[in-house]
């Protein structure tokens, strides 16, 4: 079964396009996406994504976490589903709907000399009931609420992109121990389905850097879900402006977060090798 490592900013996947060849069976989509993203012992990458069918988009965009866990969006992984679309799956639309579980996302291609340079995605509005992140607790948002972790107490503000976000602001991202707390807010238990982690350092009004530590892949080199958060956070926080520069620790993201309510995310999209998963 052929498959194409991709990436969004070092936010690596294994991308295998469903619409055109069969998923082989005998083992079930966490158990492959374990074995598959392994970094050692499989192809190595923070993800699986597969491309199905879809009756009222392009494509239906399933994303399978490296842990097997299924999520419901993925900023990098649908940038370089639209560029492999129109390179490669014979979609030649500037303009693309890609259904997810998350809700039909919208990526407008930048073309330069017939190639995808870039990809701007409408990322579609916030969900900021706290019901709705999913998050434990009294009906409202979360907006710079204590969170106590281990006797120390953060200040956290949650979002959803379609995935759940805790984003939290501190001094300094470089000082931030991201391999102890990430797993602990990740898996805490006010969070019912787990959460992604942004570690938020302002520089600027435009411009923030962030370590993210994902829900079922841990440190990555980018999150765009994350980036849209993060820039939804530092507005209700009133720490930025609405069009943010996200400086990762793989590169940057602009986001945008427009008087439609609706995030924008624009951001580059490459295509690494392909290659043959043995159908066993
Ligand atoms: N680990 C995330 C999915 C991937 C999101 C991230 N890679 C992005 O670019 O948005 C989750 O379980 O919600």
Same mark, same amino acid.
């Given at each position: 079964m052929q498959f194409f490592k991709v990436h969004g900013l070092g936010n690596d996947f294994i991308l295998v396009d469903l619409v055109k060849q069969e998923w082989?069976?005998?083992?079930?989509?966490?158990?492959?996406?374990?074995?598959?993203?392994?970094?050692?012992?499989?192809?190595?990458?923070d993800g699986l994504v597969l491309l199905h069918p879809s009756p009222r988009a392009d494509v239906f965009m399933q994303v399978i976490n490296s842990d097997g866990s299924e999520a419901e969006m993925c900023g990098n992984a649908i940038r370089c589903v639209a560029k492999y679309l129109y390179e490669r799956g014979g979609i030649k639309k500037e303009v693309m709907h890609i259904?997810?579980? *998350?809700?039909?996302? !919208?990526?407008?291609? $930048? @073309?330069? #000399?017939?190639?995808?340079?870039?990809?701007?995605?409408?990322?579609?509005?916030?969900?900021?009931?706290?019901q709705d992140i999913p998050m434990i607790g009294p009906p409202g948002s979360v907006i710079k609420e204590p969170l106590v972790l281990e006797g120390q107490?953060?200040?956290?503000?949650?979002?959803s992109m379609g995935n759940p976000h805790c984003v939290l602001f501190v001094p300094d991202v470089e000082q931030v121990d991201l391999y102890g707390l990430g797993p602990k807010l990740e898996k805490h238990p006010l969070f019912p389905r787990k959460t992604n982690v942004e570690f938020v350092q302002v520089l600027n009004r435009s411009e923030v850097r962030v370590r993210v530590w994902e829900r079922g892949a841990g440190p990555t080199l980018a999150c765009g879900t994350? *980036?849209?958060?993060? !820039?939804?956070?530092? $507005? @209700?926080? #009133?720490?930025?402006?609405r069009e943010v520069k996200v400086h990762l620790p793989g590169g940057t993201l602009l986001i945008e977060w427009k008087e439609d309510n609706h995030l924008y995310m624009t951001g580059p999209a490459e295509e690494i090798f392909c290659?043959?998963?043995p159908c066993s």
């Amino acid at each position: 079964m052929q498959f194409f490592k991709v990436h969004g900013l070092g936010n690596d996947f294994i991308l295998v396009d469903l619409v055109k060849q069969e998923w082989p069976g005998g083992e079930n989509l966490s158990e492959s996406a374990r074995r598959l993203c392994h970094r050692q012992f499989g192809i190595g990458a923070d993800g699986l994504v597969l491309l199905h069918p879809s009756p009222r988009a392009d494509v239906f965009m399933q994303v399978i976490n490296s842990d097997g866990s299924e999520a419901e969006m993925c900023g990098n992984a649908i940038r370089c589903v639209a560029k492999y679309l129109y390179e490669r799956g014979g979609i030649k639309k500037e303009v693309m709907h890609i259904e997810t579980r *998350a809700g039909v996302m !919208v990526p407008r291609l $930048v @073309l330069e #000399n017939g190639r995808v340079a870039a990809v701007r995605v409408d990322m579609g509005i916030p969900r900021l009931e706290r019901q709705d992140i999913p998050m434990i607790g009294p009906p409202g948002s979360v907006i710079k609420e204590p969170l106590v972790l281990e006797g120390q107490t953060f200040h956290i503000t949650a979002v959803s992109m379609g995935n759940p976000h805790c984003v939290l602001f501190v001094p300094d991202v470089e000082q931030v121990d991201l391999y102890g707390l990430g797993p602990k807010l990740e898996k805490h238990p006010l969070f019912p389905r787990k959460t992604n982690v942004e570690f938020v350092q302002v520089l600027n009004r435009s411009e923030v850097r962030v370590r993210v530590w994902e829900r079922g892949a841990g440190p990555t080199l980018a999150c765009g879900t994350g *980036a849209c958060a993060t !820039v939804v956070a530092g $507005v @209700l926080n #009133n720490y930025t402006d609405r069009e943010v520069k996200v400086h990762l620790p793989g590169g940057t993201l602009l986001i945008e977060w427009k008087e439609d309510n609706h995030l924008y995310m624009t951001g580059p999209a490459e295509e690494i090798f392909c290659g043959q998963i043995p159908c066993s």
